[in-house]
């Protein structure tokens, strides 16, 4: 777990995992993030809630996972509070469009 940002795994199944990410996630600790979500082989689901600084290199981050489990015939969720700082980066980049199948209030 980084300090500068939180990075949980909680696997309720083999299948399917629930990342939960908190704290300041950036590019100094993207690859922890990528390289957990590198394992999942069921449903990627994110609760991103907890988080509180976002910067570029996670958006692209979750760009490429949405486009690498569609790919893969899998589900990508990803659970943002509204004007929280990962709906506000989205929105800030535009991404909204790409990313509004996978932004949800919570995870089922």
Excluded: H
Aim: a negative charge.
């Amino acid at each position: 777990m980084s300090r500068a940002g939180q990075v949980e795994i909680e696997s309720p199944t083999d299948e399917s995992r629930v990342f939960e990410l908190a704290g300041d996630c950036n590019i100094r600790n993207v690859a922890e993030v990528a390289a957990a979500f590198q394992q999942c082989t069921g449903d990627l689901l994110v609760d991103a809630r907890g988080l509180t600084g976002v910067d570029v290199a996670v958006l692209q981050l979750l760009v490429s996972a949405r486009k690498s489990t569609a790919a893969g015939g899998r589900s990508m969720r990803v659970a943002a509070s509204a004007g929280g700082a990962l709906d506000l980066a989205v929105e800030r980049a535009g991404l909204s469009p790409m990313l509004r199948d996978v932004l949800v209030p919570e995870l089922p």
